[in-house]
């Protein structure tokens, strides 16, 4: 997928999320109760991502070459400069390079296609948790809600902390709460001030 492609940039802004509205727009604007995708790469432990790019690698081949292809263009390279490098090296130049703000709109479509593929336990437990209405894969088909309940979202968090590691956990909820353009003002406060919810 050629993402400087401005097609491919919508189609990206635009794709399927899991436990997230299905039909979403993520517009350019972002207040500041949300955090853009390359500020999460400029802020989150290594682990978690590089887990992420492994994962990626492994079950979705041609994504991976493709997001190395885009990002070694944007920055008027050879992808050849980043294939040759060991899998480690390139997944540390791949996290170093998605916390330019030019990366934002890559950063956040590499963000979807994992939780979409390859995190559905975590979405699913989240939707349930919440109740929101979803196609047993985590994915909703009508309209995100305008609220989210405290209780459910406390006790929501709580079991999802359980059941995965907190650095997962936030990232997916740190990323769910760019759905909306405001994102939720209660899930934000979470975010800021759950010490298990830090992203370092």
Known sequence: ???????????????????????????????????????????????PISDMFLWIRENDRQLYKSAIATLT??????????????????ISWLHKTLKLKTSDTIGEHLFQVYFMKGQQELLI???DGMGIEHDGEG?????LPQTLDDEKLK????????AHDPKLVTLYLRIFNLQTPNGWENLAKTLESDERLNLV
């Open 139 to 143: 994915s909703v088909e009508g309209a």
């Open 155 to 162: 006790s929501t968090i709580d079991n999802l902390i359980e």
């Open 73 to 90: 263009a944007n920055r008027n390279l050879r992808s050849v400069f980043v294939e040759k490098k060991s899998v480690s090296e390139q």
């Open 1 to 47: 997928m050629n993402f400087s492609d401005p097609s491919r940039k919508a189609m990206a802004r635009n794709s399927l999320w899991p436990c997230l509205h299905r039909y979403a727009v993520l517009t350019p604007f972002k207040p500041k109760k949300t955090v853009n995708a390359f500020e999460i790469y400029q802020k989150i432990a290594p682990s």
């Open 125 to 127: 437990g989240f939707c």
